[in-house]
């Protein structure tokens, strides 16, 4: 990485990242606020990066558009009454203080954590953070399981890590994908097209048409998937990501 620079392209402020071994331009809106980041070669001009993103502006207004007005939970405290998300469905926080350990349930309407007596904040939240991380490893190997099944191709790893700014990665070289914890309060389609997406990273490297015909192909409610992201609340932790990355 050599430098950043700040442009403005139709009104819109650019974060310009120039790398020395990159060799195309790259565009990704970050949440939550729609900023923008340019990731350019190191010999790139600045007419030609202007260019390229003008012929953007379109797409990344839209994009800018729909991160601003999406709508988003108040901050949490981790206190009873609180609503919290699994798998797409609402739940309403009940804290009980009690015991010496965090012990959390389920009920068709309710998460309750047990928790002891003058517990943090800070602690509540690891302790929900921690209980969340456990449904998606009940959940993950499974929906793996059918993703790899429908698309041919298996990973060497696949991992569950917080991520502010990806639904998912994939280290292509290693054959390793991560997920991102926050997907486990999205519905389970979510899950399942975020999978998809990154093992077909496997066939296909870049976003590419062929890239994106075979997430039709194995995926064809993709798209479904895709505005459900888009369109449910966020947690204030949940960020989420456009992936906009510009072939």
């Not at 190191?42 to 390229?52: P, Q």
């Not at 699994?86 to 010496?100: D, R, T």
């Not at 793996?144 to 280290?171: D, F, H, P």
Request: charged content about 30%; glycine content about 4%; aromatic content about 8%.
């Amino acid at each position: 990485m050599i430098d950043n620079e700040t442009l403005t392209v139709a009104g819109i402020p650019i974060t310009v990242t120039r790398k020395q071994r990159q060799k195309n331009l790259y565009i990704r809106i970050n949440p939550p606020e729609g900023d923008v980041t340019v990731s350019a070669p190191a010999d790139a001009t600045e007419d030609a990066i202007r260019y390229y993103v003008l012929r953007k502006v379109p797409e990344i207004t839209k994009i800018r558009d729909r991160m601003v007005s999406q709508p988003r939970q108040s901050k949490r405290e981790y206190v009873s009454g609180e609503a919290c998300y699994l798998w797409g469905k609402p739940y309403m926080l009940q804290v009980i203080y009690e015991g010496k350990r965090y012990r959390i349930e389920k009920t068709p309407q309710r998460i309750i954590m047990h928790a002891p007596e003058g517990a943090s904040e800070d602690n509540r939240e690891k302790a929900l953070t921690e209980w969340y991380r456990g449904e998606l490893k009940r959940v993950l190997p499974q929906i793996l399981k059918q993703c790899e099944e429908r698309t041919g191709v298996e990973t060497n790893a696949c991992n569950i890590k917080y991520m502010k700014t990806r639904w998912g990665s994939c280290n292509i070289p290693e054959k390793r994908i991560l997920i991102n914890l926050q997907l486990v309060h999205k519905p389970i389609e979510c899950l399942e097209y975020v999978v998809t997406h990154e093992l077909v990273h496997l066939l296909e490297k870049n976003h590419t048409n062929r890239f994106r015909a075979l997430v039709e192909k194995y995926y064809p409610n993709w798209k479904e998937a895709k505005q459900m992201l888009s369109e449910m609340p966020l947690d204030p932790l949940d960020d989420g990501d456009e992936d906009t990355d510009a072939e």
